[in-house]
Structures are given as structure tokens and as C-alpha cells.
């Protein structure tokens, strides 16, 4: 299956100056947190595609104007083609704004999806805002990544976390895609183009 990952920065081969084959023939499209709801919408009408997002500390203006045609995965488990992907939105508190959860607010929020998990048999993919506490985050507290998802990946091993947050133009050098025990860890900032049944690389 073929993926199209979205997060943090709109980029402008897929808006400005779209054509079909940006899209890499993708299956579907997840976003990871702070894209413009417009940019959303658009990428769903063009790709006929579904589109699952969660929300990014930035998008607080999807409550207005939420992503049209796009499905809100954020604190459910959705199954798209028999791939299970499981939304935890959101970033670290570092102040009063929205979607931001202390460790604790997030443990409870996974300790509520383990029903789903319990009868869905677990999930291929974690997709998040935030990244892994220790796996690309940052030393300070906005990006921090939560060591709650530890846990969640050592019981359930997803095949994939895949989050945004950590803008790679800021280090071109930053590394994209990672391994924690079975589960690899994609920094989907931009665009990143996936194909589940081929090993990840830098897209």
C-alpha cells in the first residue's frame, strides 16, 4: 500500500504547482499535524484518496474551518484497506494553547484506546504529532516527544510511528526515519512517500 505522509510544511510541488504524479500514486494520505485545513482539503479533492489527519499544536483553526473530505483519526483506531491507523494528536504542554497534553493526559488518552486496540489485534501505525520521547525530538519542552508512546509501541510493536513537529529545514542533515525495536519511527515533515510493502527511505 502506498503513502502519502503530510506534516508541518505545505509544500508547494504538491499546491502550487500540482500534478497527479507528485502524488506517487499513493493509496492514501496521512497527516500529521499543522497543515492548512485549505491545503488538506485540496490534496483529498485532487488524489480521490482518503485522507486521515491528526491535529498538530498549530491547528487550532480546524474547529472553524476543519479539513473538508478528510477523516479525523485523532483518539480513535480507523481501518483504511485492512490498514489499522491509530491517532494521538498533539504536542507536550508548553503553554495554554490547544492540543497539548501533559504525560500523563496522553497515558490516559492511549489507556482509552485499548479497548479498540484489544479488538482490533493492535495497529500498523501510530500516527502522532508529536515524535518518540529519545527518537528525534527535541531537548526543549514544545519538543519533547512523549515517553508515553513507549509503552504503546512495546506492547502493540506497530509496524510504523509516524509523526511531524520536528520541521527537518531547520537541520537538513536531521535523520527521517528511524527504528525503535520493531516499529520504524518517520518524520513525515513535508512530504514523505511510503510503500508498505518496501523498506522506508528518505523521500
Not at 490534496?43 to 491547528?59: F, I, Q
Not at 489499522?84 to 494553547?97: A, E, I, P, S, T
Request: proline share 6%; hydrophobic share 35%; with cysteine.
Amino acid at each position: 500500500m502506498k503513502l502519502l505522509l503530510v506534516a508541518d510544511e505545505e509544500d508547494r510541488s504538491l499546491w502550487d504547482h500540482y500534478t497527479p504524479d507528485r502524488l506517487g500514486g499513493a493509496d492514501l494520505i496521512l497527516s500529521a499535524g499543522d497543515l492548512n485545513p485549505l491545503y488538506l482539503s485540496f490534496l483529498v479533492t485532487m488524489a480521490n484518496r482518503p485522507l486521515l489527519y491528526v491535529h498538530g499544536n498549530h491547528d487550532g483553526v480546524y474547529d472553524t474551518v476543519p479539513p473538508e473530505g478528510c477523516e479525523c483519526a485523532d483518539d480513535r483506531l480507523v481501518t483504511v484497506n485492512g490498514l489499522r491507523v491509530l491517532g494521538l494528536g498533539g504536542c507536550m504542554r508548553y503553554n495554554d494553547g490547544p492540543h497539548q497534553y501533559t504525560e500523563a493526559q496522553m497515558r490516559r488518552r492511549i489507556q482509552r484506546l485499548q479497548w479498540a486496540l484489544l479488538r482490533a489485534g493492535g495497529a500498523d501505525i501510530v500516527l502522532t504529532h508529536a515524535p518518540l520521547r529519545g527518537c528525534g525530538d527535541g531537548a526543549d519542552l514544545p519538543h519533547r516527544g512523549f515517553s508515553a508512546f513507549l509503552p504503546l509501541l512495546d506492547r502493540w510493536q506497530p509496524r510504523y510511528l509516524i509523526h511531524g513537529h520536528m520541521h527537518t529545514r531547520y537541520d537538513p542533515l536531521s535523520i527521517r526515519v528511524r527504528q525503535y525495536g520493531g516499529t520504524t519511527i518517520i518524520n513525515a515533515c513535508g512530504r514523505f512517500l511510503l510503500d508498505t510493502d518496501a523498506p522506508p527511505t528518505a523521500g
